[in-house]
């Protein structure tokens, strides 16, 4: 079978397809045939070793994937053959607060990863897709969309409730379609007016150009009538960090989760001043995960997609992702022209 692995070194150049032996499944694991993964910019990181600097290579990279179950080990109940599955982000962390250990063992990292055509996963870091969905579309799920999710819910995002997001990449879509489904008001920012008025029609009350509106956390306010904005979703980094502060109200909550932009430094006088909620984001349990599922089925929510590369185009792929031309998730297809 062929999986991607960073090996030699750090870089797009060290990344390529090998042939590596099909796994066989240990007791308590199910053999997963994968039909399509998605990429996160912690791959992109950590292809360049920005993520994890003491990432042992060689590494099969990745951490979403989608596909259908081919084989179960001794011992498992929870899946068949033939089932449709997605795995978690964090295998160790099932439900509950988030640990230490399952903080250690994320896939790509500290793990060998998903992107492969066949991989042994125990049956308790899987989760079963929801049936309206494609395999491309459930791969987009694990790390993007579990975040989102985690992030709005940790708020009490609801109605009555407004969410400013920023940037339309897999996070912040995906913070866009569960908190209008979730009844919040959503706020965006973008460097595009094409893409704030494809996120409009997903259901984006306002969004402001960053490129020509810097002051986005003014127009935040504006936008609340002076009050600010109850959810931030963070992705920024230290960048942004600080506009984030300025742009929620008094007693509001600001979730970080991304770190896309360098620089800056916070100063915490408005953070203590406004009783700001600052609380890092992790991605999110298996529990999360099936409770977000459930979500995705009853309201039909379907995952947007910027592009489909075959597994072959992988590092392509990743180039794309890094221009930030992107919509959505960028996804590889195992069954496409060109995936072996």
């Known amino acids: 079978m062929k999986a991607l692995v960073l090996r030699g070194?750090?870089?797009?150049?060290?990344?390529?397809?090998?042939?590596?032996?099909e796994p066989a499944p240990g007791p308590?694991?199910?053999?997963?045939?994968?039909?399509?993964?998605?990429?996160?910019?912690?791959?992109?990181?950590?292809?360049?070793?920005?993520?994890?600097p003491k990432l042992a290579l060689p590494r099969?990279?990745?951490?979403?994937a989608a596909g259908e179950v081919v084989a179960a080990g001794?011992?498992?109940?929870?899946?068949?053959?033939?089932?449709?599955?997605?795995?978690?982000?964090?295998?160790?962390?099932?439900e509950g607060a988030i640990t230490g250990a399952a903080a250690g063992a994320t896939y790509g990292s500290e793990r060998d990863g998903v992107f492969a055509e066949v991989i042994a996963v125990h049956e308790r870091a899987l989760v079963a897709v929801p049936p309206h969905l494609?395999?491309?579309?459930?791969?987009?799920?694990?790390?993007?969309?579990?975040?989102?999710?985690?992030?709005?819910?940790?708020?009490?995002t609801g109605p009555g409730t407004t969410v400013l997001l920023q940037g339309t990449g897999g996070v912040s879509i995906f913070a866009l379609q569960l908190a209008t489904v979730l009844g919040a008001r959503a706020l965006i920012t973008?460097?595009?007016?094409?893409?704030?008025?494809?996120?409009?029609?997903?259901?984006?009350?306002?969004?402001?150009?960053?490129?020509?509106?810097?002051?986005?956390?003014k127009w935040a306010r504006q936008q609340t009538?002076?009050?600010g904005a109850d959810v931030v979703v963070e992705v920024g980094g230290a960048g942004t960090l600080d506009r984030s502060i300025r742009a929620v109200k008094t007693g509001g909550h600001v979730a970080v989760i991304g770190v896309l932009t360098g620089g800056g430094t916070m100063n915490p006088v408005p953070v203590l001043m406004?009783?700001?909620?600052?609380?890092?984001?992790?991605?999110?349990?298996?529990?999360?995960?099936?409770?977000?599922?459930?979500?995705?089925?009853?309201?039909?929510?379907?995952?947007?997609?910027?592009?489909?590369?075959?597994?072959?185009?992988a590092v392509n792929a990743l180039r794309h992702m890094e221009s930030g031309s992107h919509f959505g998730k960028v996804v590889l297809s195992m069954t496409a022209p060109g995936s072996g």
């Open 9 to 21: 070194g750090f870089g797009l150049e060290h990344l390529a397809l090998e042939e590596r032996p």
């Open 28 to 52: 308590g694991e199910v053999l997963v045939r994968v039909r399509a993964a998605s990429l996160n910019f912690r791959d992109l990181m950590l292809v360049k070793g920005q993520y994890n």
């Open 60 to 64: 099969v990279m990745g951490s979403d």
């Open 74 to 94: 001794a011992g498992v109940t929870r899946f068949k053959p033939g089932d449709r599955v997605a795995n978690t982000f964090m295998p160790l962390w099932e």
């Open 134 to 156: 494609s395999y491309e579309e459930a791969a987009t799920l694990p790390c993007a969309a579990v975040t989102a999710w985690n992030a709005l819910t940790a708020a009490s």
């Open 190 to 217: 973008s460097s595009s007016d094409d893409k704030l008025a494809r996120a409009a029609r997903l259901g984006a009350a306002a969004g402001v150009n960053y490129r020509t509106d810097p002051d986005w956390d």
């Open 225 to 227: 009538g002076g009050a």
């Open 274 to 313: 406004k009783a700001v909620r600052l609380q890092g984001v992790f991605v999110g349990s298996r529990a999360m995960f099936e409770e977000m599922n459930r979500v995705i089925t009853e309201k039909q929510i379907r995952p947007v997609i910027d592009r489909a590369f075959p597994f072959a185009d």
